[in-house]
């Protein structure tokens, strides 16, 4: 497992120098900002987070994005449940928790100088899901042959982790917007991987 950053780069060339499979060699991925993001939505809709269901995907960085269309507590559309809750402006909200988890390891940087602890319970969560053999579904950085006609790259999607590692890639239902992003994100990790390790081979 690659905790590293960046952690989706040095994931595709651990799986590369290593000669494994692929699904052995995973990555720390979005597995804490999927945590934070439940956290920021259970804070704004008065709900536990443990019943909120919503992912952060794609590169566990600046072009990550949160998969709202996928997003629901306890079954009702995320979108849905803010309406539910008084809150009218329901994308400018989205928004705002998007960019508070994209930018919250920045904040803790700055005041903390490191984010080692939050990152720590998560890699528990993930090694906890391969020890016990879980069949838990996070987005871990994971090998695809192709993501939205970018071939090759490996990036924070969900999967299901049990004993041998990511023993099973979800498929995501996005919408057009959410597919141009990740696709976008896709071509991000794609170029630094080309420019950073490639370029003289």
Request: charged share 25%.
């Amino acid at each position: 497992m690659v905790v590293s950053n960046p952690v989706d780069v040095l994931t595709q060339v651990t799986i590369e120098l290593s000669g494994l499979p692929h699904q052995q060699v995973i990555g720390s991925g979005t597995v804490l900002d999927s945590a934070r993001l439940k956290f920021a939505i259970g804070q704004k809709l008065g709900v536990d987070p443990r019943h909120v269901h919503a992912s952060v995907i794609g590169e566990h960085g600046d072009s990550e994005l949160v998969a709202w269309s996928l997003a629901n507590v306890s079954g009702v559309s995320a979108s849905r449940f803010f309406e539910l809750r008084g809150i009218e402006n329901v994308k400018h909200e989205q928004e705002l928790i998007e960019d508070e988890v994209r930018n919250s390891a920045y904040e803790i940087i700055k005041r903390k100088h490191a984010t080692y602890f939050g990152i720590a319970p998560s890699v528990a969560r993930i090694c906890e899901a391969i020890v016990r053999d879980e069949k838990s579904v996070l987005t871990v950085s994971n090998w695809r042959d192709e993501i939205e006609g970018v071939h090759d790259v490996t990036m924070s999607l969900p999967a299901i982790i049990g004993a041998k590692g990511a023993e099973f890639r979800v498929p995501l239902e996005l919408n057009d917007d959410e597919s141009a992003r990740l696709r976008a994100s896709a071509r991000t990790l794609r170029g630094t991987l080309d420019e950073a390790f490639y370029r003289n081979r």
